[in-house]
């Protein structure tokens, strides 16, 4: 059974850092891409970043060069690290596979508050 648990959203400054992690359990892990995606009101789900399992990243232009993600695979993790937030970076962020989530993985997410 496959479940992703999003964490380490936050309420912070512009200019400031966060990281988020995503836990993934189930064979999903293993054999997919995996991507953060982010939402906000009224607006569709966006793919900001994409690892395959070789390590191999790749990054929205609406996020390059301030955003960066990584995964361990011995612990099962999905990483994002996100500098230079901006406020229309708020939104809640996913994780899911990549670049074809499946939709009944999806988690609660974990929310982004970027304060200007």
């Known amino acids: 059974q496959v479940r992703l648990v999003e964490s380490g959203g936050d309420l912070v400054q512009a200019g400031g850092s966060l990281r988020l992690s995503c836990a993934a359990s189930g064979r999903m892990f293993w054999l997919n891409a995996m991507g953060w995606y982010r939402q906000t009101p009224g607006k569709q789900r966006e793919l900001v970043a994409t690892?395959?399992?070789?390590?191999?990243?790749n990054i929205a232009d609406s996020v390059k060069g301030r955003f960066t993600i990584s995964r361990d695979s011995n612990k099962n993790m999905v990483y994002l690290q996100m500098n230079s937030l901006k406020a229309e970076d708020t939104a809640v962020y996913y994780c899911?596979?990549?670049?074809?989530?499946?939709?009944?993985?999806w988690g609660q997410g974990t929310q982004v508050t970027v304060s200007s």
């Open positions: 899911n596979s990549a670049p074809n989530p499946v939709a009944r993985y």
């Open positions: 690892i395959t399992p070789d390590g191999s990243a």
